[in-house]
């Protein structure tokens, strides 16, 4: 989770939506380009690039008699009986061409609508029929600000909406200061369960007066637990603690270098004996009103991992609730918070680990429905 984020608005969806021409054209885009081949014409840089996207963009544009012509089309299959579709390099590959060719379209086009849409699709298909269905290496080109605005704005528009604030360290220092926040806070907004965010995400209806707050606690600061709890147990809020499982388990001597060596933030030293992180009996404590959940086992960018590693971060974590805690816990998400479907590998380990939930910077994702 990015933790430069206080409090933003999460896109509660069981799996994301994009529509001008940017949102319409919006599943395709949203598409993640990485971990996938797809049809491109190979890696280019600036004008040149964007010179020769829109020259080839021009010709193939002209008008054609489709009257007695088969028209070429891509047509995405959705088979809404099941959650986790197989992706083909074939999806990162259209998506690929389509936001190089969308973003063209613009520029060539300056009045395109979304009804344009079905004409960029006949290009794109008429180019993949020309060569046969061979499926070419995508050039992985990040998108857009206007591209990654759009596509969230989209699932912003269509998908229920939950409000969420990330504390992280929460020293002695700031404690009136977070008193006045919860109860503010408290004034507006409810708490959110387990149960009730999973009737929300079911019935896309809140069923309480106020709405609903889910307050995250990242990393497993001891502070959290003397600080924070008394006061989110004094205004009615449930928090959800997501554990760096590594940190619980570092010996006391070694926390603070562990942390600054795990981009867990040190910028107080309050406490003299040099335990800085929750212990396990705090947190079993804490879990008989809270929710726990897992931050992954040493908080490291999962996608810069060996697959070896990665499996140690997903289910070491997991693992280590089950040992400690006796029980998994249902929650996940990684650090920066990449959402579910972005990496088959690590989705397929999430899974494997039965976690029913990911979070990520601006979604909640039920991959599965609540398991014993």
């Not at 959650?83 to 389509?98: D, G, I, Q, R, Y």
């Not at 060996?306 to 990684?334: C, I, M, T």
Request: charged share 20%.
């Amino acid at each position: 989770m990015n933790r430069r984020t206080a409090l933003f608005a999460m896109s509660a969806t069981a799996l994301g939506g994009i529509r001008p021409l940017n949102a319409a054209v919006g599943e395709l885009l949203q598409a993640p380009a990485a971990n996938s081949q797809g049809i491109s014409p190979g890696p280019q840089k600036g004008n040149a690039a964007r010179e020769n996207i829109d020259d080839r963009l021009r010709k193939d544009l002209a008008p054609h008699e489709y009257s007695e012509e088969g028209i070429p089309v891509f047509l995405a299959c959705e088979d809404l009986t099941v959650k986790k579709p197989v992706l083909a390099p074939l999806n990162a590959a259209v998506a690929s061409e389509m936001r190089a060719n969308a973003e063209a379209m613009q520029r060539i086009k300056p009045d395109v609508t979304a009804d344009d849409v079905s004409k960029l699709i006949e290009v794109l298909a008429t180019r993949d029929f020309t060569n046969g269905g061979t499926v070419l290496e995508a050039v992985n080109t990040p998108p857009t600000f206007t591209e990654a605005a759009g596509t969230l704005a989209e699932v912003f528009a269509t998908h229920p909406l939950i409000r969420a604030v990330n504390f992280h360290n929460t020293p002695w220092s700031r404690a009136d200061q977070l008193e006045r926040q919860i109860a503010q806070y408290s004034r507006f907004y409810s708490s959110v369960t387990e149960d009730d965010l999973d009737q929300y995400m079911t019935t896309g209806q809140w069923h309480k007066s106020k709405p609903g707050l889910i307050v995250s606690v990242f990393e497993g600061y001891r502070n959290s637990y003397d600080v924070i709890v008394p006061l989110l147990e004094k205004y009615g809020f449930v928090a959800w603690f997501f554990m760096i499982t590594g940190f619980l388990n570092c010996p006391v001597p070694n926390q603070r270098t562990w942390a600054e060596h795990h981009d867990i933030d040190m910028l107080t030293h309050e406490y003299p004996d040099g335990r800085y992180a929750l212990t396990w009996e705090e947190l079993r404590q804490l879990g008989k009103k809270h929710v726990i959940a897992s931050h992954t086992r040493s908080h490291t960018l999962l996608s810069q991992l060996s697959p070896e590693v990665q499996y140690q971060e997903v289910l070491g974590a997991q693992e280590d609730f089950r040992k400690n805690l006796g029980h998994r816990v249902r929650a996940f998400v990684s650090l920066t918070g990449p959402a579910y479907g972005e990496n088959q590998a690590i989705d397929r380990l999430i899974n494997e680990a039965g976690y029913d939930t990911v979070f990520s910077n601006f979604r909640i994702q039920r991959i599965s429905a609540k398991r014993v």
